[in-house]
T-cell receptor, first 114, second 114 residues
């Protein structure tokens, strides 16, 4: 069974640009969660999608958005990039919402904003 | 407010020693979930355990064990007979009962010296 895949793995952008990251969950998993990891803020929860609906969202500005498609694949978008958005973005999938079920993480997308 | 504290920033042990990673949490909820994750040098998070607030039984999985004590708001993680492959950053996390909010500790970096 294929694991969680994230594309791209590495990305370099400049301030003001926008970026879209993709996450393909394990087959059959309907929940996808996104996390941001930075040296300064540590690991922070971004949002979770379940059956194409956003279940919850962490404390992030509106520049951070996401969506989930009918095949459970998810994308997150960051508009008007800032230097502080440089981070490792991790996605995780689970059969049902995160808190009820084991999560499986992807390798992450490392974003550098210059 | 909910909060997770991992006071130990870095721990080094010699292989085969036992090591305990501390996790203290704060929440006003009576129902909540606690988690532990491992992040090896490769960067990919690995889910280790989920425990709900009504289940105070200790859990053992191979060399790993978890001690949940509501009286002290702690959910400590012990690795018995540590191995070099246990070297990683370990995160403790707390979720409210709906799974709508998720809080991570700052992580404990464990180095196992051969």
């Amino acid at each position: 069974k294929a694991g969680v895949t994230q594309t791209p793995r590495y990305l370099i952008k400049t301030r003001g640009q926008q970026v879209t990251l993709s996450c393909s969950p394990i087959s059959g998993h309907r929940s996808v969660s996104w996390y941001q990891q930075t040296p300064g803020q540590g690991l922070q929860f971004l949002f979770e999608y379940f059956s194409e609906t956003q279940r919850n969202k962490g404390n992030f500005p509106g520049r951070f958005s996401g969506r989930q498609f009918s095949n459970s694949r998810s994308e997150m978008n960051v508009s008007t990039l800032e230097l502080g958005d440089s981070a490792l973005y991790l996605c995780a999938s689970s059969l049902v919402p995160t808190y009820q079920e084991t999560q499986y993480f992807g390798p992450g997308t490392r974003l550098l904003v210059l | 407010a909910q909060k997770v504290t991992q006071a130990q920033t870095e721990i080094s042990v010699v292989e085969k020693e036992d090591v305990t990673l501390d996790c203290v949490y704060e929440t006003r909820d009576t129902t909540y979930y606690l988690f532990w994750y491992k992040q090896p040098p490769s960067g990919e998070l690995v889910f280790l355990i989920r425990r709900n607030s009504f289940d105070e039984q200790n859990e053992i999985s191979g060399r790993y064990s978890w001690n949940f004590q509501k009286s002290t708001s702690s959910f400590n993680f012990t690795i018995t007979a540590s191995q070099v492959v246990d070297s990683a950053v370990y995160f403790c996390a707390l979720s409210d009962y709906t799974g709508n909010q998720f809080y991570f500790g700052t992580g404990t970096s464990l180095t196992v010296i051969p």
